[in-house]
């Protein structure tokens, strides 16, 4: 099992910059692929991006493309999720996701992810 906590988020103004991170517990956090999910209020929770085990495979989605990066560092058991040109429609709550896989491989689909943290809250105001 792993336990994924979120920190980073906050108030930012359209065109700022933030940098989440996801600290994972336990000693087998790279045999795990990770990913970012958002939820904005009254919408369902879609996909951000993805990083695979080794960090070697990445995937994101269309409205972050070029905007936001993510990453990993193995040897601290933490994932990122850069975020720069922030606008208003990025305000979401945003959640880390975990799920044990083959290296190379990525998810997309929030079912496909067993572990979850509890969410950091981005706001970005006009």
């Known amino acids: 099992q792993v336990q994924l906590v979120e920190s980073g988020g906050g108030l930012v103004q359209a065109g700022g910059s933030l940098r989440l991170s996801c600290a994972a517990s336990?000693?087998?956090?790279?045999?795990?692929?990770m990913g970012w999910f958002r939820q904005a209020p009254g919408k369902e929770r879609e996909f951000v991006e993805s990083?695979?085990?080794?960090?070697?495979?990445?995937r994101y989605a269309d409205s972050v493309k070029g905007r936001f990066t993510i990453s990993r560092d193995n040897a601290k058991n933490t994932v990122y999720l850069q975020m720069t040109s922030l606008e208003p429609e990025d305000t979401a709550i945003y959640y880390c996701?975990?799920?044990?896989?083959?290296?190379?491989?990525?998810?997309?689909?929030?079912?496909?992810?067993?572990?979850w943290g509890q969410g950091t809250q981005v706001t970005v105001s006009y």
């Open positions: 996701a975990a799920q044990q896989a083959a290296p190379l491989v990525t998810y997309s689909r929030a079912n496909e992810y067993n572990y």
């Open positions: 990083i695979s085990r080794g960090g070697r495979s990445i």
């Open positions: 336990g000693r087998t956090f790279s045999t795990y692929a």
